[in-house]
């Protein structure tokens, strides 16, 4: 392990979204919605859902796989894995606990974190500082979800925005200017009434009143979210681009959260950063929490958005309520530190 300090890098990356689409057509059926309200008020036309075995831990654990092999980083080489997620598999023990154990990564920590939709931005975060404190030197940074279960099928105010999926990164030392260039993290827990699962936690256990009452669902007041992720993704990335010493002209790639195409397209409008800068995948998606930024990020870098050398803006926010920005200079294979 490393006690100098030195910059931190993302060295690979793995995503993971099941098989089954599942269409605005289909939803048409299901609540009292229309493909063309959802795709002109959210930008969403189909989003993946599991089937009914699998679970969060299911697909951290294919997203960590495909990070593993694109780092060329075994698991018994881990020293810390953190699972970002709202749907953790049971309330315990912690996923990332389930996850240590498939991946054989013996010699690992392994804890989950509850940040929202910003988890993954938070943990690529504490990441960083395990790794600049000398504490850790490979950490596996997840960010898994499977929303399908908590979504109230009969709710046409939420049903129609969620989706399933996970994505991972494998962390670890590199050579500056290369790495992590600042984070921004910030929370407001006066929200927490906007965004919420009410039931199943220690203050109101699971019961027949929690359940005929659908508390073990996700209930959120849109509109109020809306006008706290517009103003929350803007200031976030000014704040981490006076961090990082770069102008937000110089971003090469912006990240955003996938939660609705109009708060995405409201960012970098205000931000100045031209939509062709902007990696969007919604539309394929929907809201995949935790998963949305990391799974946008693998996907802008095994097209090309995101080459070494380039910064690369990710900025998230949700339930907490929580916001969370980071600027990565993206590496090349060379820049690792061994
Ligand atoms: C949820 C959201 C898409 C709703 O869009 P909106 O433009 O704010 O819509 P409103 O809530 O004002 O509702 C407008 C109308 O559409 C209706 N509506 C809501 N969902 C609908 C649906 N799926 N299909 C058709 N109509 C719908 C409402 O009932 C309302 O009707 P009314 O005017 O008769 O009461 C939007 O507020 C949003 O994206 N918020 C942020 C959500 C978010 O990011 N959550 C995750 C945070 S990590």
């Known amino acids: 392990m ?3 300090v030195v910059g931190v890098g993302i060295w690979g990356m793995g995503k993971a979204v099941p098989d089954r689409v599942l269409t605005n057509e289909e939803l048409e059926k299901v609540v009292d919605t229309s493909d063309e309200w959802i795709r002109t008020r959210t930008g969403i036309s189909e989003r993946r859902i599991v089937d009914e075995d699998t ?22 080489d881990l020293d810390m894995i ?10 315990f023990p912690a996923t990332a606990c389930l996850l240590q154990d498939r991946l054989g990564a013996d010699d690992a920590a392994a804890f989950d974190l509850g ?39 009969e709710d046409r105010s939420t049903c129609v925005l969620f989706g399933d999926g996970a994505a991972a990164a494998v962390v670890g030392p590199c ?12 929370a407001d827990g006066s929200g927490g009434g906007v965004l919420n699962m009410p039931a199943g936690g220690s203050l109101r256990p699971a019961s027949e009143e929690t359940l005929q009452k659908r508390l073990h669902y996700i209930h959120m007041k849109g509109r109020e979210v809306f006008k706290f992720a517009v103003r929350a993704m803007g200031d976030s990335a000014v704040e981490v681009a006076r961090r990082a010493g770069i102008q937000l002209q110089d971003v090469d790639c912006y990240i955003p959260h996938q939660a609705n195409i109009r708060i995405i397209e409201s960012s970098a409008n205000r931000l ?13 998606y929907g809201n995949t929490s935790s998963a949305s930024v990391p799974i946008a990020l693998t996907e802008a870098q095994r097209e090309g958005m995101v080459r070494p050398g380039d910064n690369v803006l990710m900025v998230a926010f949700g339930a907490g309520l929580t916001w969370a920005a980071a600027i990565v200079r993206w590496m090349k294979e060379s820049d690792r530190i061994e």
């Open 272 to 284: 100045g950063i031209p939509m062709e800068k902007v990696y969007v995948n919604i539309d394929r």
């Open 55 to 76: 679970a969060t831990s299911h697909l951290a654990t294919r997203a960590a796989r495909g990070a593993l092999q694109q780092a060329q980083v075994r698991p018994c």
């Open 2 to 4: 490393h006690s100098e």
């Open 115 to 153: 940040a929202g939709c910003s988890g993954f931005v938070y943990g690529l975060a504490a990441a960083e500082g395990f790794i600049k404190s000398g504490s850790a030197s490979r950490v596996l940074v997840v960010g898994s979800e499977v929303l399908s279960k908590i979504t109230d099928w």
């Open 82 to 91: 953190i699972v970002a997620t709202v749907t953790s598999d049971m309330l």
């Open 175 to 186: 050579r500056p200017p290369a790495g992590i260039l600042a984070t921004y993290l910030g």
